[in-house]
């Protein structure tokens, strides 16, 4: 009787550590069929298998953290929250989770906790280039600019092929107008990811910013043939030819624009003083009134029109868009100008002499030109 008591104790014993194991296995498959279902996109029912595997072993930390990216790429990133601090609590050490939460609050607008958990990343982790460089992308969100510059050198110490970290700084330093610097950064892009399409745009503006007009336009005209559908690239395409008094090509730049986005008031107002570069008035006309169109509050468009009404000798119709702009925007010096011409054409002197009088605050140079046209 002893021993068949020993043994049924035994068997017991043999059982429950039977299944325990069984157990175990179990939930490592589901957490397998989620990271299956996950690699797929298939994120309900790779949520379901890591739900499953936690519910079998709540101290997977390996499923929190699987769950918790599923569970983002639904859009769940409060449930995603808790599911990396989980894994946090379970395993201290996983660098990973700590740059995932922050990334999560980071999402949610949260960037004081964002910045937290990523510098406990990088405290973790001091070698995980990704934990620094998303740090320095919640510190350049803060505005905290020098803080970001240096999240962003480490990351480049630690990955020199970081393009995006090379991107981010060309990003600050042109914000903080150190041109060279923004220079450097966006050709190291372009070294390492040829024809990148964002820093070919932003370089050029560099350029731009530095008065380098033929090295912004060399940049747009690459960005516009790889972008032919870029509205924006053609605007700033044909500025920049305008100022380099290349008229001819500025309009059809410009043209190009304005046939992608027909609602820019502003690429409509610079076709139409290309246009008058071009002496092209009837063009210029129309380009103007399409800008005053579109914007009837835009001061500028309403001087361009004036321009080109006085080089249609239609004298009357400028005085009113010279008055218009004037009276949307009393301190530009152009339709001052305008206006004083338009009215001495007009043989009124009185307001020739008035437009001249106040253009000796706005634009002494205006005003010498104006007095010049009186005194004839």
Same mark, same amino acid.
């Given at each position: 009787?002893?021993?068949?008591?020993?043994?049924? *104790?035994?068997?017991?014993?043999?059982?429950?550590?039977?299944?325990?194991?069984?157990?175990?296995?179990?939930?490592?498959?589901?957490?397998?069929?989620?990271?299956?279902?996950?690699?797929?996109?298939?994120?309900?029912?790779?949520?379901?298998?890591?739900?499953?595997?936690?519910?079998?072993? /709540?101290?997977?930390?390996?499923?929190?953290?699987?769950?918790?990216?599923?569970?983002?790429?639904?859009?769940?990133?409060?449930?995603?929250?808790?599911?990396?601090?989980? @894994?946090?609590?379970?395993?201290?050490?996983?660098?990973?989770?700590?740059? &995932?939460?922050?990334?999560?609050?980071?999402?949610? $607008?949260?960037?004081?906790?964002?910045?937290?958990?990523?510098?406990?990343?990088?405290?973790?982790? /001091?070698?995980?280039?990704?934990?620094?460089? &998303?740090?320095?992308?919640?510190?350049?969100?803060?505005?905290? +600019?020098?803080?970001?510059?240096?999240?962003?050198?480490? @990351?480049?110490?630690?990955?020199?092929?970081?393009?995006?970290?090379?991107?981010?700084?060309?990003?600050?330093?042109?914000?903080?107008? !150190?041109?060279?610097?923004?220079?450097?950064?966006? =050709?190291?892009?372009? =070294?390492?990811?040829?024809?990148?399409?964002?820093? *070919?745009?932003?370089?050029?503006?560099?350029?731009?910013? *530095? $008065?380098?007009?033929?090295?912004?336009?060399?940049?747009?005209?690459?960005?516009?043939?790889?972008?032919?559908? &870029?509205?924006?690239?053609?605007?700033?395409?044909?500025?920049? +030819?305008? #100022?380099?008094?290349?008229?001819?090509?500025?309009?059809?730049?410009?043209?190009?624009?304005? =046939?992608?986005?027909?609602?820019?008031?502003?690429?409509?107002? &610079?076709?139409?003083? @290309?246009?008058?570069?071009?002496?092209?008035?009837?063009?210029?006309?129309?380009?103007?009134?399409?800008?005053?169109?579109?914007?009837?509050?835009?001061?500028?468009?309403?001087?361009?029109?004036?321009?080109?009404?006085?080089?249609?000798?239609?004298?009357? !119709?400028?005085?009113?868009?010279? @008055?218009?702009?004037? !009276?949307?925007?009393?301190?530009?010096?152009? /339709?001052?100008?305008?206006?004083?011409?338009?009215?001495?054409?007009?043989?009124? !002197?009185?307001?020739?002499?008035?437009?001249?009088?106040?253009? =000796?605050?706005?634009?002494?140079?205006?005003?010498?030109?104006? #007095?010049?046209?009186?005194?004839?």
């Amino acid at each position: 009787m002893k021993r068949i008591a020993i043994l049924a *104790t035994f068997t017991f014993l043999l059982l429950i550590a039977s299944t325990s194991v069984v157990s175990a296995d179990e939930a490592q498959n589901f957490y397998s069929r989620g990271i299956k279902h996950a690699s797929q996109q298939e994120l309900e029912k790779a949520v379901a298998a890591f739900e499953s595997a936690l519910e079998i072993r /709540p101290g997977f930390a390996e499923a929190h953290f699987h769950l918790a990216l599923a569970l983002e790429g639904q859009g769940k990133t409060e449930e995603a929250i808790q599911h990396y601090k989980d @894994t946090i609590r379970l395993k201290p050490e996983f660098a990973g989770a700590y740059n &995932n939460l922050g990334n999560a609050f980071k999402a949610l $607008g949260q960037t004081r906790e964002a910045a937290e958990w990523l510098q406990r990343a990088v405290e973790v982790d /001091p070698a995980m280039a990704l934990a620094w460089y &998303n740090l320095g992308n919640v510190l350049f969100e803060e505005d905290k +600019l020098e803080e970001a510059i240096a999240k962003y050198q480490k @990351t480049i110490q630690l990955d020199p092929l970081s393009a995006r970290a090379h991107f981010q700084l060309g990003r600050i330093y042109a914000t903080l107008g !150190r041109y060279n610097e923004a220079v450097s950064s966006y =050709e190291q892009v372009l =070294e390492l990811v040829p024809g990148n399409d964002e820093a *070919t745009f932003n370089l050029s503006a560099v350029y731009g910013a *530095t $008065g380098n007009l033929d090295k912004e336009v060399e940049f747009l005209r690459a960005f516009v043939a790889k972008n032919p559908d &870029n509205a924006l690239g053609f605007y700033n395409l044909g500025t920049s +030819l305008f #100022k380099m008094e290349k008229y001819e090509d500025a309009s059809q730049a410009l043209l190009r624009s304005t =046939e992608l986005a027909p609602d820019n008031a502003s690429a409509w107002n &610079n076709l139409s003083q @290309t246009y008058l570069s071009l002496d092209d008035y009837p063009r210029a006309v129309e380009a103007a009134m399409k800008a005053v169109q579109i914007s009837p509050d835009l001061a500028i468009a309403h001087s361009s029109l004036g321009f080109a009404l006085i080089g249609m000798e239609e004298f009357s !119709r400028s005085i009113s868009a010279f @008055t218009e702009s004037i !009276r949307l925007n009393p301190d530009i010096a152009e /339709p001052r100008f305008g206006l004083g011409v338009a009215a001495l054409a007009s043989g009124d !002197r009185a307001t020739a002499e008035e437009q001249a009088k106040a253009l =000796e605050k706005l634009n002494p140079e205006f005003a010498a030109r104006l #007095k010049d046209l009186l005194s004839r």
